[in-house]
């Protein structure tokens, strides 16, 4: 007579599952958490070529030698010369009021143009083409404004330069409060309009508050950006009226002298300081509703 034998049965409850050959085992948190230490190096590598050119700007701003590459000992001597320039200093004017008045054309606009686009616009093609100034070449950009104000008999000059700054500033200006009305709510207006006030009043009181995080991030980044562009501002400027990065640019070419190392640490401080504050006030913009 042949022995049967029962099939083995787990005995420790019925939500026991048998074990499969092959099956993988079990994570931990901490084996999850465990990364390989290697895939650190590229992303170390490519702040130190990003930023250690930087850092060799702002440390020989401090030297004392007027030799760029030999360090003789820490002074500041070339802050109180580099004010003295006084074609630096024009240079700094100009690029100040253009500037200015780049963001608030740009300002202005792209916020007219990002509420527009939200509320009577469907579709991206519309919004690509707002956009579309942002990520366009600069040199393409710059002939096609010096094309567009020779054929309207337009002379080059600072006011030249703020439209054309403001052209591409508004495009940035108007992604940020884009961003910024996706996260609104559309209630406050509804309610704000069946209470009987108009659209006018609605935008002003209403709409315009709930916006000015973005609107301010939008104008910190245009300034940002007005005051080093550099191709744009060469191709729609007169001779009489360079911008600090034309005067730099024509310094250069004959050396650089350790007063654009000093004006070149400060308008990093500037810059640091002015995108600081656009982030933070557009970490406003991905707050949910």
């Known amino acids: 007579m042949a022995e049967t034998t029962a099939p083995a049965t787990d005995r420790t409850g019925e939500g026991a599952t048998p074990m499969t050959d092959g099956a993988p085992a079990p994570t931990t948190p901490a084996a999850r958490r465990r990364k390989p230490r290697g895939i650190l190096v590229p992303l170390w590598l490519g702040y ?48 100040l009021i253009v500037a200015t008045g780049a963001t608030l054309i740009a300002t202005v606009l ?36 010096l094309t567009f104000f020779s054929l309207l008999s337009v002379t080059l000059g600072l006011h030249s330069v703020i439209l054309a700054h403001g052209v591409f500033a508004t495009a940035f200006v ?82 650089v002298t350790p007063e654009v190392n000093a004006l070149a640490t400060l308008l990093l401080l500037v810059s640091i300081v002015a995108v600081i504050s656009a982030q933070r006030l557009t970490r406003l913009t991905g707050s949910s509703r």
């Open 110 to 145: 792209g916020t007219l143009l990002a509420y527009g686009i939200h509320h009577y616009t469907r579709g991206g093609l519309i919004r690509a083409f707002a956009i579309a100034p942002a990520i366009l070449p600069d040199l393409l950009l710059g002939i096609g404004l």
């Open 174 to 255: 108007t992604a940020i409060v884009l961003a910024r009305m996706a996260n609104l709510d559309p209630s406050l207006e509804e309610a704000s309009r069946d209470l009987g006030m108009g659209p006018a009043k609605t935008f002003l009181r209403i709409t315009l508050p709930q916006l000015a995080p973005g609107i301010v991030a939008g104008a910190l980044l245009a300034f940002t950006l007005s005051l080093d562009e550099f191709v744009i501002a060469f191709f729609t400027t007169a001779p009489t009226q360079p911008t600090l990065p034309i005067v730099i640019y024509s310094m250069v070419r004959f050396g």
């Open 48 to 95: 130190v070529f990003l930023y250690l050119p930087i850092l060799v700007v702002v440390v020989m701003s401090f030297n004392e030698s007027r030799n760029l590459f030999v360090w003789t000992g820490f002074s500041l001597r070339w802050y109180p010369e580099l004010f003295a320039d006084e074609a630096m200093m024009q240079g700094l004017v100009n690029t």
